[in-house]
């Protein structure tokens, strides 16, 4: 009913293009996430979506409406700010109401002191209350609602700012970094609040964000922009481990997926990590490699830091492939219940080849052809 | 003693002496220019002592009693009170309409807040014989404009009815340019992200805005805007001297006038000096409502 369908959406700022053609479409009831560095121009296609700005060219469909040149209020969505834009002289509860009073109530109705004798309004009053209210518990704050948000702390903020996207119950909802604000421990909480939430009101969810572990552990689908284009969409899973490009492949996993340059290595070792013709690139995630003897191991340095999770170890080695320059910087993951490692051990680190992936010149993906054949 | 402490001593009373000698100008002329003053008026205001006479004699409350008894005081201030109440939400108003307009077009911004501030910037005293001759009742442009519609001519400034309106839209005129240029840099503090948050809960037309976001962010300024335009409408001479002499028949007697003509014309410098200290007992207490307004002022973040 209430999907999202953008078909070569673009804008320039003056000269500079800021969204060059996106085309997407966002499925009902879906949580998708934008997700890439900083300005891509995640914001300003989740203003085009919301229609605080308009696109140059290329049409937004909600719904199956086309919304161009609707204004924001009916489009049917809510939007939640990265700096919260709540009314700072509001208490929580006028926050929450506006969306409501603002549709259901008149203009004469609205006016500060006239607007409170008018006939009619009270049992508008009474239902929006009884509205905010309900919202409000459902948040958990209940309690705050005659505070003004200046005396809210970070999260109960976030929380007022959720509660007045949801409270006129839109089809979509459009979160422009909600979490960006907050300390990590409360971040992850409302990520898992957020999600809840999503489950629970089964709309539409756009999400942006530029940290790739918020796009991971929340969405069913990660979109993923670089300089104003989509580069690949697709669920999390499927990013991590069937990146098309390069930058994907970069942007999402942490710690980050280990390059190795082609050029780098000798003849030898590009075999060995099953390198294709025309691959400029090998790349290989921390959890891809073993470590091993030091003349085993395809790969060979001495380590520079170990990184000890609890459940994974991280070891950080700096490998010294035949034709490099200087020390390569790898990732490797081991688990905790096997060898001790030290700063300064000599090892080998020995890539798993069905696993690694290969980029050509321009970043794009190379498949092995084994394993295309299989 | 140690060969310390005489050099700690020494240091000591030489950073004291330095932050003496860096607050002894301003407390020498705070007294000098201030309290001096205040305290010379307070004291002539016992007495009955004339500009350039030798001798005076203390007198106690008598220049008071006089003051409270006399009518032409009374009249100053309520004509005061009358140019206050139409001057500050005349100018406040004006000011905040201007810089909404102002900052709703975006083109040719700099050239209409350098015109509107023009005002602020040029001397009234002169400015007021601009607008003496404006208000001419024959030979002046408002009347002729007026004429065009079939008003008749008024003689602004020697009707007693319509003498204090129109120093007050004189007065209007002189300081809205002020008020506008603090709404415009109050208008440029408001966060985009609320008009954005307004769009989306559905106020998007003008009015709404300006009562969802733009007025109440704007509330801090407007309060500093009000408390500064009262404190000056409140000092309203030059145009009083230049153009009407506090007539017709006392009409456009203000406080400051009642004051310069009784100390300067009559040179009842005691009685003068009586009804300055009951114009700085309310300039002070304008002043100090100010100051407390100003602390308890919403701080919004
Ligand atoms: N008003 C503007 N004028 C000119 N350029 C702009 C304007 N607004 C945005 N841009 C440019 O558009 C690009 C995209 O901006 P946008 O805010 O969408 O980035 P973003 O992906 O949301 O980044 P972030 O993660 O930092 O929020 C940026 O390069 C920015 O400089
Ligand atoms: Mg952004």
Redesign the interface.
Known sequence: MSGIALSAVAKSHGATPVLRGISLDIRDGEFLTLVGPSGCGKSTLL?II???DAQDSGAVVIGGRVVDGL???DRD???V???Y??????SVFDNMA??LR??RLSGAQ?L?LVGALSPGRRPIEEGIRHEVEETAALLDIGHLLSRKP?QLSGGQRQRVALG?AMVRHPAVFLMDEPLSNLDAKLRVQMRAEITALHRRLGSTFVFVTHDQAEAMTMSDRVAVMMAGELIQVGAPDELYADPRDMRVAEFIGSPKINVVPAAALDQGTRAAMAAVPGASALAFRPEAADICAPAAGVLAGSITGVENLGADIFLHVAARPAHSQGALPLIVRVAPSGRRFAVGDVVGVNPDPARVLQFDAGGRRLKARERVAA | MTAVAPGRQHRLSHASLVAGLAVAPAVVLLALLLFGPALAVAVFSLTDWQIGASSFRFLGLANYQALFADRIFWTSLVNTVIYVVIVVPGTVGLGLVVALLIEAQPSLRGFYRAAHFLPVMSTMAAMAIVWGTMLHPTIGLVNRMLAEFGIPATNWLRDPRTVLPALAVIGIWQGFGFAMVLFVAGLKSVPQSLYDAAAIDGADRALDRLRVVTLPMLGPVTMFVLILTATRAFEVFDTVRVLTQGGPNFASDVLLYRLYTESFDFLRTGYGAALTVVYLVIVVLLTLTQARVLDRRVHYT
Do not use: C
């Open positions: 203003r919301a229609g605080l204004r924001p209020k969505v809510a939007m700010f990265q700096a834009a709540l009314y700072p002289h509001m506006l969306p603002m549709r609205r500060p200046g007045r």
